[in-house]
């Protein structure tokens, strides 16, 4: 299809919930490397908004989902799965926690983090009595309503109203505030330990360890949003390993299929236990063909040493970062974990800077007005880093 078809498609018969689309749409992938209807090749360092974990078309995976289309698909909650039970399995050996459970999307995992909230606090408390649940500023955990209620952004919110009550918003790595937003209707924290929608603003080590020892002194669960976070991306499966303690719960989505939507929650038995045959469920989730989506990924990370590489190429990676700065005026700092990082700009030119890497063929999305975001495939190697910063250094250039 040309460009112009897939426009007048697009405006004719889309809803418009996602503006003017950049112009491009990309046919096929190969790594780490995307190819457009124009037949232009890019550099991936968005991989689907941090989605597209081992690149496109990775050997393993597209003999696995072939495999799984072929077999079966989907046969319903109803009928044991095997994918599902085996992801489940290593969902719980790897995070420290004790079940989990299968829906379609980092809104949905979310969803059920705050249900499984409310039914703890429910059994604890009793009904309606400590409802509350405590999220923070620039946060983003998704767009249901109880998920938007919960993102502390204002335009996600707009034309919402009445928002799900039970909801308070404290800064971002303000502990001293966070203490104070407790009260007596709290049972819960939600937090993503690095904000990705937010900008790529990681938690301070101080107040995530601060907020589980808060919730342990007052009784409250902390519940993490790794949807963006996790599954290697941070260069460890869960981000929460890095600061040494155990959530509650934790969501998952983004990295996990691969590109196949899913997503997780992963909890401690206490928690699993509020959910009693009937009260919670979902008629896709954890299907044959997700989860063994998630099987696959999960293994290959595993097996072929991706946590290592992460940590390697994302330190290589934000070394090339932090030297571009030096020689930028317009690139000012580089943060995040592993392959989720942030590009700070002195001006409001992200989107430019965006645009510039695409002529450049590089793919980057502008997070926020002055921020660029990278999560590039775990698989990237370092050449292709090497190949990316050159990309980035021509388009900051151009940029000015
Ligand atoms: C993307 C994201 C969500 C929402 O996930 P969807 O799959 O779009 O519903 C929630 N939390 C975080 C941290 C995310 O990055």
Redesign the pocket.
């Known amino acids: 299809m040309e460009l112009a078809e897939h426009r007048s498609l697009d405006e004719g018969y889309l809803v418009q919930n996602y503006g003017t689309r950049l112009q491009m749409a990309f046919v096929r992938g190969e790594g780490c490397w995307l190819y457009d209807s124009e037949g232009r090749r890019y550099l991936d360092w968005l991989a689907g908004?941090?989605v597209n974990t081992l690149g496109y078309g990775h050997p393993r995976l597209v003999e696995a989902l072939c495999e799984q289309v072929r077999a079966i698909t989907h046969s319903s909650n109803y009928f044991y799965i095997g994918p599902q039970a085996k992801l489940g399995r290593h969902l719980v050996e790897l995070s420290g926690l004790d079940r989990a459970f299968f829906c379609?999307?980092?809104?949905?995992?979310?969803e059920a983090l705050l249900k499984l909230a409310r039914r703890w606090s429910a059994a604890m408390f009793g009904e309606g009595v400590r409802p509350g649940v405590i999220t923070f500023g620039n946060?983003?955990?998704?767009?249901?309503l109880a998920?938007l209620t919960a993102t502390a952004q204002g335009r996600i919110q707009e034309g919402y109203a009445p928002l799900m009550p039970g909801f308070k918003h404290a800064p971002f790595n303000d502990l001293a505030a966070a203490r104070e937003a407790v009260d007596e209707t709290t049972c819960a924290i939600l937090v993503?330990p690095i904000?990705?929608?937010g900008g790529i603003n990681p938690a301070d080590e101080a107040f995530l360890k601060g907020l589980r020892a808060l919730c342990d002194e007052r009784g409250l669960l902390l519940l993490l949003?790794?949807?963006?976070?996790g599954i290697g991306r941070a260069g460890t499966m869960f981000c929460y390993e890095q600061y040494g303690f155990l959530p509650d719960a934790v969501?998952l989505?983004?990295g996990l299929g691969g590109g196949v939507?899913i997503?997780a929650v992963v909890c401690s038995q206490e928690l699993a236990d509020q959910l009693k045959p009937g009260s919670h469920g979902t008629t896709f989730g954890g299907n044959h063909l997700a989860t063994r989506a998630g099987l696959t990924v999960v293994e290959t990370i595993l097996e072929d040493g991706l946590l290592a590489h992460v940590r390697d190429v994302g330190t290589r990676l934000k070394a090339g970062l932090d030297a571009l700065c030096e020689r930028s005026n317009l690139a000012v700092s580089a943060r995040g974990r592993g392959l989720m990082l942030g590009l700070q700009l002195a001006e409001d030119r992200a989107a430019a800077l965006r645009d510039a890497c695409a002529a450049e063929g590089l793919i980057v999305n502008a997070v926020k007005p002055d921020t660029v975001r990278i999560v590039p495939p775990l698989v990237i190697s370092a050449d292709e880093v090497d190949e990316g910063l050159a990309r980035l250094e021509r388009a900051v250039a151009a940029v000015g």
């Open positions: 908004i941090a379609n999307s980092g809104a949905e995992a979310n946060s983003f955990h998704g767009r249901t998920t993503e904000q990705g929608e949003d790794e949807v963006q976070c969501a989505a983004k939507p997503g």
